[in-house]
Protein backbone atom coordinates (compact mmCIF):
# COMPACT_ATOMS: atom_id res chain seq x y z
CA UNK A 1 0.00 0.00 0.00
CA UNK A 2 1.29 3.31 -0.94
CA UNK A 3 2.14 5.75 1.72
CA UNK A 4 0.02 9.60 2.06
CA UNK A 5 2.77 12.06 1.67
CA UNK A 6 1.64 15.03 3.55
CA UNK A 7 3.23 17.87 1.26
CA UNK A 8 1.73 21.46 2.91
CA UNK A 9 -0.13 21.87 6.04
CA UNK A 10 -1.35 24.88 8.15
CA UNK A 11 -3.49 25.61 11.31
CA UNK A 12 -6.38 27.74 10.21
CA UNK A 13 -7.47 31.20 12.01
CA UNK A 14 -10.39 28.41 13.96
CA UNK A 15 -7.68 26.24 15.20
CA UNK A 16 -8.39 23.63 12.60
CA UNK A 17 -5.40 21.79 10.27
CA UNK A 18 -5.50 21.79 6.95
CA UNK A 19 -3.58 19.72 4.87
CA UNK A 20 -2.69 18.96 1.37
CA UNK A 21 -1.60 15.00 0.45
CA UNK A 22 -0.72 13.39 -2.09
CA UNK A 23 -1.57 9.47 -2.75
CA UNK A 24 -1.06 7.60 -5.04
CA UNK A 25 -0.64 10.03 -7.77
CA UNK A 26 -3.85 12.01 -6.73
CA UNK A 27 -4.24 15.18 -4.03
CA UNK A 28 -6.51 15.79 -1.49
CA UNK A 29 -7.15 19.06 0.89
CA UNK A 30 -8.10 17.57 4.56
CA UNK A 31 -9.11 19.34 7.86
CA UNK A 32 -8.49 17.32 10.85
CA UNK A 33 -8.11 14.55 9.08
CA UNK A 34 -11.66 14.80 7.31
CA UNK A 35 -11.42 15.21 3.36
CA UNK A 36 -12.89 17.60 2.11
CA UNK A 37 -12.32 17.13 -1.43
CA UNK A 38 -9.51 15.23 -3.69
CA UNK A 39 -8.72 15.10 -7.59
CA UNK A 40 -10.24 11.62 -7.79
CA UNK A 41 -13.70 12.93 -6.84
CA UNK A 42 -14.24 16.07 -9.49
CA UNK A 43 -16.64 15.33 -11.49
CA UNK A 44 -19.75 17.25 -10.04
CA UNK A 45 -17.44 20.06 -8.90
CA UNK A 46 -16.56 20.70 -12.58
CA UNK A 47 -20.65 19.99 -13.35
CA UNK A 48 -21.31 22.73 -10.49
CA UNK A 49 -19.58 25.47 -13.03
CA UNK A 50 -21.03 23.61 -16.44
CA UNK A 51 -24.46 23.91 -15.61
CA UNK A 52 -24.78 27.64 -15.14
CA UNK A 53 -21.84 28.63 -17.72
CA UNK A 54 -21.85 26.99 -20.68
CA UNK A 55 -25.48 28.18 -21.74
CA UNK A 56 -23.42 31.76 -21.31
CA UNK A 57 -20.25 30.56 -23.71
CA UNK A 58 -21.55 33.02 -26.71
CA UNK A 59 -22.56 35.95 -24.53
CA UNK A 60 -19.79 38.45 -24.11
CA UNK A 61 -18.49 40.30 -20.96
CA UNK A 62 -20.06 37.32 -18.17
CA UNK A 63 -19.09 37.84 -14.68
CA UNK A 64 -19.01 34.99 -12.62
CA UNK A 65 -18.55 34.38 -8.77
CA UNK A 66 -16.82 31.37 -7.24
CA UNK A 67 -17.31 30.59 -3.58
CA UNK A 68 -14.05 29.23 -2.45
CA UNK A 69 -11.13 28.01 -4.73
CA UNK A 70 -10.74 23.83 -3.56
CA UNK A 71 -8.66 22.76 -5.83
CA UNK A 72 -9.54 24.35 -8.61
CA UNK A 73 -11.87 22.09 -10.49
CA UNK A 74 -15.10 24.63 -10.21
CA UNK A 75 -12.85 27.87 -11.28
CA UNK A 76 -11.00 25.61 -14.24
CA UNK A 77 -14.33 24.91 -15.96
CA UNK A 78 -15.88 27.85 -15.67
CA UNK A 79 -13.09 29.52 -17.56
CA UNK A 80 -13.08 26.78 -20.11
CA UNK A 81 -16.97 27.18 -20.51
CA UNK A 82 -16.80 31.13 -20.89
CA UNK A 83 -15.71 33.14 -23.68
CA UNK A 84 -12.53 35.41 -23.77
CA UNK A 85 -13.90 38.41 -21.86
CA UNK A 86 -15.13 36.88 -19.20
CA UNK A 87 -14.00 37.51 -15.63
CA UNK A 88 -14.24 34.77 -12.75
CA UNK A 89 -13.95 35.99 -9.46
CA UNK A 90 -12.65 33.70 -6.61
CA UNK A 91 -13.43 34.30 -2.94
CA UNK A 92 -11.03 32.77 -0.89
CA UNK A 93 -10.94 32.65 2.71
CA UNK A 94 -7.36 31.21 3.42
CA UNK A 95 -4.37 32.65 1.36
CA UNK A 96 -2.69 29.46 1.61
CA UNK A 97 -4.85 27.44 -0.49
CA UNK A 98 -4.00 30.01 -3.49
CA UNK A 99 -0.22 29.29 -2.91
CA UNK A 100 -0.38 25.49 -3.09
CA UNK A 101 -2.61 25.62 -5.79
CA UNK A 102 -0.25 28.37 -7.68
CA UNK A 103 2.96 25.85 -6.71
CA UNK A 104 4.20 24.76 -10.21
CA UNK A 105 5.17 21.37 -8.12
CA UNK A 106 1.65 20.79 -8.13
CA UNK A 107 -0.75 19.87 -11.17
CA UNK A 108 -3.62 21.67 -9.68
CA UNK A 109 -4.79 25.05 -10.55
CA UNK A 110 -1.94 27.05 -11.59
CA UNK A 111 -3.17 27.70 -15.30
CA UNK A 112 -6.74 28.74 -14.32
CA UNK A 113 -5.34 31.00 -11.48
CA UNK A 114 -2.77 32.71 -13.90
CA UNK A 115 -5.61 32.75 -16.76
CA UNK A 116 -6.07 37.13 -17.21
CA UNK A 117 -10.16 36.33 -16.70
CA UNK A 118 -9.20 35.16 -13.23
CA UNK A 119 -9.48 37.72 -9.93
CA UNK A 120 -8.87 35.95 -6.57
CA UNK A 121 -10.33 37.61 -3.63
CA UNK A 122 -8.78 37.06 -0.06
CA UNK A 123 -11.85 37.02 2.44
CA UNK A 124 -15.43 35.80 2.97
CA UNK A 125 -17.27 35.25 0.23
CA UNK A 126 -20.49 36.74 1.98
CA UNK A 127 -18.45 39.59 2.73
CA UNK A 128 -18.19 40.05 -0.96
CA UNK A 129 -21.63 39.27 -2.00
CA UNK A 130 -22.85 42.04 0.72
CA UNK A 131 -21.23 44.04 -1.07
CA UNK A 132 -22.25 43.25 -4.61
CA UNK A 133 -24.79 44.80 -6.02
CA UNK A 134 -26.30 43.67 -9.77
CA UNK A 135 -23.02 42.83 -10.36
CA UNK A 136 -22.70 38.96 -11.41
CA UNK A 137 -24.17 36.60 -13.85
CA UNK A 138 -23.47 33.45 -11.88
CA UNK A 139 -22.94 32.31 -8.72
CA UNK A 140 -21.51 29.34 -7.33
CA UNK A 141 -21.88 28.47 -4.03
CA UNK A 142 -20.96 25.61 -1.94
CA UNK A 143 -23.85 25.10 0.43
CA UNK A 144 -22.19 21.35 2.76
CA UNK A 145 -22.04 24.16 5.03
CA UNK A 146 -22.52 22.18 8.27
CA UNK A 147 -20.15 19.34 7.04
CA UNK A 148 -16.95 20.92 7.22
CA UNK A 149 -14.85 23.51 9.13
CA UNK A 150 -13.50 25.13 6.25
CA UNK A 151 -16.96 27.03 6.05
CA UNK A 152 -16.68 30.22 8.12
CA UNK A 153 -20.23 30.19 10.85
CA UNK A 154 -21.26 33.65 8.44
CA UNK A 155 -21.67 31.47 5.42
CA UNK A 156 -24.57 29.89 7.38
CA UNK A 157 -26.37 33.76 6.08
CA UNK A 158 -26.11 32.63 2.97
CA UNK A 159 -29.07 29.51 2.92
CA UNK A 160 -30.96 31.54 5.35
CA UNK A 161 -33.76 34.30 3.83
CA UNK A 162 -31.46 37.64 4.66
CA UNK A 163 -28.59 35.23 2.36
CA UNK A 164 -31.01 34.19 0.10
CA UNK A 165 -32.02 38.04 -0.60
CA UNK A 166 -28.22 39.17 -0.34
CA UNK A 167 -27.35 36.49 -3.32
CA UNK A 168 -30.57 37.90 -5.33
CA UNK A 169 -29.34 41.19 -4.87
CA UNK A 170 -25.69 40.68 -6.09
CA UNK A 171 -27.05 38.85 -9.42
CA UNK A 172 -28.04 40.47 -12.39
CA UNK A 173 -31.30 40.64 -13.73
CA UNK A 174 -32.13 36.89 -15.38
CA UNK A 175 -29.31 35.97 -13.28
CA UNK A 176 -28.55 32.05 -11.49
CA UNK A 177 -27.30 30.63 -8.65
CA UNK A 178 -26.24 27.41 -7.95
CA UNK A 179 -25.58 25.67 -4.98
CA UNK A 180 -23.33 22.40 -4.58
CA UNK A 181 -24.48 19.81 -2.03
CA UNK A 182 -23.08 15.93 -0.69
CA UNK A 183 -27.04 15.44 -0.04
CA UNK A 184 -30.40 16.65 -1.07
CA UNK A 185 -31.77 20.13 0.16
CA UNK A 186 -35.16 20.31 0.54
CA UNK A 187 -34.98 23.60 2.92
CA UNK A 188 -32.42 25.34 0.62
CA UNK A 189 -35.14 24.64 -2.30
CA UNK A 190 -38.12 25.94 0.00
CA UNK A 191 -35.66 29.01 0.62
CA UNK A 192 -34.57 29.81 -2.65
CA UNK A 193 -38.93 29.81 -3.90
CA UNK A 194 -39.92 31.98 -1.09
CA UNK A 195 -36.77 34.21 -2.27
CA UNK A 196 -37.88 34.51 -5.80
CA UNK A 197 -36.16 32.03 -7.34
CA UNK A 198 -37.11 30.13 -9.81
CA UNK A 199 -35.59 26.93 -8.61
CA UNK A 200 -34.72 23.45 -10.33
CA UNK A 201 -32.00 20.07 -8.90
CA UNK A 202 -30.22 17.64 -10.23
CA UNK A 203 -28.19 15.02 -8.89
CA UNK A 204 -25.06 14.62 -10.63
CA UNK A 205 -22.17 11.90 -10.26
CA UNK A 206 -19.27 12.32 -8.28
CA UNK A 207 -17.34 10.40 -11.57
CA UNK A 208 -17.91 11.04 -14.92
CA UNK A 209 -18.39 7.44 -14.67
CA UNK A 210 -20.59 7.17 -12.11
CA UNK A 211 -20.09 5.94 -8.27
CA UNK A 212 -22.30 8.13 -5.97
CA UNK A 213 -24.00 10.96 -6.63
CA UNK A 214 -24.15 14.65 -5.41
CA UNK A 215 -26.66 17.58 -5.96
CA UNK A 216 -26.55 20.72 -7.40
CA UNK A 217 -29.38 23.21 -6.68
CA UNK A 218 -29.67 26.28 -8.89
CA UNK A 219 -31.67 29.02 -8.67
CA UNK A 220 -32.85 31.55 -11.72
CA UNK A 221 -34.02 34.61 -11.58
CA UNK A 222 -36.51 35.82 -14.41
Known sequence: ????NILEQTITPDG???TLSEHDGH???TVNGRELMSTRHTYSEQQLAVVACEPLRERAEVSVLVGGLGLGFTLRAALQCLGPDARVVVAELLAVVVEWNRK??????ADALSDPRTQVVLGDVADLLKASRGEFDVILLDADNQTTTMNTAGNTRLYQPAGLAMVRRALKRGGTVVYWSAGGEPQLVEGLTRAGFQVESQRVSK???GGGNHTLVLGHLG
Open 1 to 4: MKKR
Open 16 to 18: SRL
Open 27 to 29: YAL
Open 104 to 109: PDYPLA
Open 207 to 209: HES
